[in-house]
């Protein structure tokens, strides 16, 4: 019997190529009148070009986001917001730029109007990330959560086909542990399934033409799906293990993401038939491992830890910290288990559970 609980976010989403020219109104919309721009240094054009667009109604510009949010770079961007007396920022970027806009609106009142340019999907969850002495802290809260998301294709289409795979592949992820994760409910498990549907349909396409608006389009609705998933319910096995693996390893995030996801999920599958049958469902494949590993394989991301620079004398330590901490996951979390997992990923096999 149906039993749940579901607290919606409350977000606005304008969706739409070419919805950026909205900026200046949305902006409007949220009552603010001096609007701090950030960006990572790579995307400092970008940002400079929204400042232009914003004219009056820009306070500055800091282009100093970088992956996980170091505090010396959160404590220098609230300053700057402080200085400028800025009342509303405005993230243009992945992730990480994302998560800077979230260190600034945790320590004030400042709403966030987010542009995201990658698949990561942060801009839809109420999850925040500092790093501080080599380690990563996580948490919730409200108040993180931007206001308004303007979701436009065009500007996906400068991210290199590679980026969006992996991207890509890290979005699907979210999408695939909300199917079965502790909090699972009928609407997110129906907003998961079409948001792997989107992506597995639109990623091909993006990487054989990255500038084709259609697929860029399918790609990013697919995002923003799996940035609802992720924001709505806890996640599981797999994240844990990309948490684990590139906070000690520093591996990279979105390519990790793309390694880890078919072998996860083959662990995981014996105990949440349901979910695999629905993400299978939604590749257009028999299995929902085997259709995970032939994506990624077909995008071109790396299948294997080894090839992100993993050594095999690091898969004992990874295994080991992966269940010092116990977590939720369908299938219990043993420390054989974890080990074989990680075995099949280093050497990136066609998962065979
Ligand atoms: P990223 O934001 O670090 O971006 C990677 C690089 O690509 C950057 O140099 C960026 O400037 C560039 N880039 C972004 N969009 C581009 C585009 N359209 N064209 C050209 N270059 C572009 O990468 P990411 O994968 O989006 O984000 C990763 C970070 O986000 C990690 O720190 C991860 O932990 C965090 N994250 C947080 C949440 C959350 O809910 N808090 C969710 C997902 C990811």
């Known amino acids: 019997?149906?039993?749940?609980?579901?607290?919606?976010?409350?977000?606005?989403?304008v969706f739409g190529a070419g919805c950026l020219d909205k900026?200046?109104?949305?902006?409007?919309?949220?009552?603010?009148?001096?609007?701090?721009?950030?960006?990572?240094?790579e995307q400092h054009k970008e940002a400079q070009q929204l400042v232009d667009r914003l004219?009056?109604?820009?306070?500055?510009?800091?282009?100093?986001?970088?992956?996980?949010?170091?505090?010396e770079i959160a404590r220098q961007a609230r300053e700057h917001a402080k200085a400028l007396g800025a009342d509303c920022c405005v993230s243009i970027g992945g992730g990480s730029t994302t998560g800077l806009a979230k260190a600034i609106a945790l320590v004030s009142p400042l709403p966030i109007l987010a542009i995201p340019t990658t698949y990561a999907g942060s801009e839809m969850t109420p999850i925040w990330g500092i790093t501080e002495g080599g380690?990563?802290?996580?948490?919730?809260?409200?108040?993180?959560?931007?206001?308004?998301?303007?979701?436009?294709?065009?500007?996906?289409?400068?991210?290199?086909?590679?980026?969006?795979?992996?991207?890509?592949?890290?979005?699907?992820?979210?999408?695939?542990?909300?199917?079965?994760?502790?909090?699972?409910?009928?609407?997110?498990?129906?907003?998961?399934?079409?948001?792997?549907?989107?992506?597995?349909?639109?990623?091909?396409m993006v990487v054989k033409e990255p500038a084709n608006l259609e697929a860029r389009s399918e790609a990013l609705y697919g995002a923003w799906l799996s940035g609802v998933s992720l924001g709505a319910v806890g996640m599981a096995l797999h994240h844990k293990l990309c948490h684990t693996l590139g906070g000690i390893f520093n591996l990279p995030h979105a390519e990790t993401h793309a390694v880890i996801l078919p072998h996860a999920t083959a662990y995981t599958a014996p105990a949440a038939p349901e979910a695999m049958?629905?993400?299978?469902?939604?590749?257009?494949?028999p299995c929902a491992a085997h259709g995970l590993y032939d994506l990624a394989a077909s995008l071109g991301t790396p299948l294997s830890l080894a090839a992100l620079g993993l050594k095999a004398t690091d898969l004992d330590k990874a295994a080991d910290i992966a269940v010092q901490s116990p977590y939720y996951n369908p299938r219990p979390i043993t420390r054989d288990g974890i080990r074989a997992v990680l075995e099949d990923a280093f050497e990136g096999r066609r998962p065979n559970r």
């Open 55 to 71: 004219g009056t109604r820009a306070a500055g510009l800091f282009d100093q986001a970088v992956m996980h949010v170091p505090i």
């Open 1 to 13: 019997m149906l039993a749940f609980q579901y607290d919606m976010l409350p977000s606005r989403v």
């Open 277 to 285: 049958s629905r993400i299978a469902r939604a590749l257009g494949a």
């Open 23 to 41: 900026l200046p109104e949305e902006i409007e919309r949220l009552g603010a009148t001096r609007a701090l721009v950030l960006s990572t240094p």
């Open 135 to 204: 380690l990563k802290k996580t948490g919730r809260d409200p108040r993180v959560l931007p206001k308004t998301v303007l979701y436009d294709p065009a500007l996906t289409i400068s991210m290199p086909p590679m980026l969006s795979a992996s991207s890509g592949m890290n979005s699907i992820a979210h999408c695939v542990e909300a199917l079965y994760s502790k909090d699972a409910n009928p609407i997110v498990s129906m907003i998961a399934e079409e948001g792997i549907r989107a992506l597995a349909a639109g990623l091909p």
